[in-house]
């Protein structure tokens, strides 16, 4: 009985990483992600726009300059959507 136990458990725990080895490959699970990578890049894009907008206030209305305006919303001269 104690080695039919242990064939047993051998073969739950290859069955177990087999499982999580075909999770990883799920096809829904990929469409999730993606859903969510287009959310999270939806949402960063929209941010980087309300900054934009905000430089531009600070620059066109404040008479601020574009080192000083980008200074105050804590970005760096280099900052652009990502990619």
């Given at each position: 009985k104690m080695a039919r136990l242990s064939e047993l458990v051998k073969?739950?725990?290859l069955a177990e990483e087999e499982l999580e080895n075909l999770k990883?490959?799920?096809?829904?699970a990929?469409?999730?992600?993606?859903?969510?990578?287009?959310?999270v890049t939806d949402?960063?894009?929209?941010?980087?726009d309300n900054l934009f907008a905000c430089k531009?206030?600070?620059?066109?209305?404040?008479?601020l300059?574009?080192?000083e305006a980008c200074?105050?919303?804590?970005?760096?001269?280099?900052?652009?959507?990502?990619e």
């Open positions: 073969t739950n725990k990883q490959n799920d096809p829904q990929l469409a999730d992600l993606e859903k969510e990578l287009k959310l949402a960063t894009n929209r941010w980087t531009s206030y600070l620059t066109k209305k404040r008479s300059c574009n080192k200074r105050i919303l804590a970005i760096s001269s280099e900052f652009d959507y990502p």
